[in-house]
Nanobody, 126 residues
């Protein structure tokens, strides 16, 4: 099993920045090929935000966060960060880290991942 723990959420004004961190532990060997960030706002479905595969070249983003969010992966430390700049009120959500040994299906679907963190709240005030 793999345990994922997110941190770094909080309250920030529109235009501000936050950096989220996801730390993986447990049976991480060969289980972190696919890592991603999702988010879920109240009353909405969980949506894909960003993912990094085996290399930084395999990085994809939700269109609405392109140019504002940057995902980075430390392959030695088994961590996944999400630098969020120019935050908007519509970015308010619980942000979840996800991981798996491979993308079981399309990377933007929750079904692609085996392991999930408990989430961290991000609130952006207008």
């Amino acid at each position: 099993q793999v345990q994922l723990v997110e941190s770094g959420g909080g309250l920030v004004q529109a235009g501000g920045s936050l950096r989220l961190n996801c730390a993986a532990s447990g049976q991480t060997k060969n289980n972190l090929f696919a890592m991603a960030w999702f988010r879920q706002a109240p009353g909405k479905e969980r949506e894909f935000v960003a993912t990094i595969g085996w290399s930084p070249a395999s990085t994809f983003y939700l269109d609405s966060v392109k140019g504002r969010f940057t995902a980075s992966k430390d392959y030695a430390k088994n961590t996944l960060d999400l630098q969020m700049n120019s935050l908007k009120p519509e970015d308010t959500a619980v942000y979840y880290c996800a991981a798996g040994p491979a993308y079981k299906t399309s990377h933007y679907l929750t079904e692609a991942y085996d392991y999930w963190g408990q989430g961290t709240q991000v609130t952006v005030s207008a």
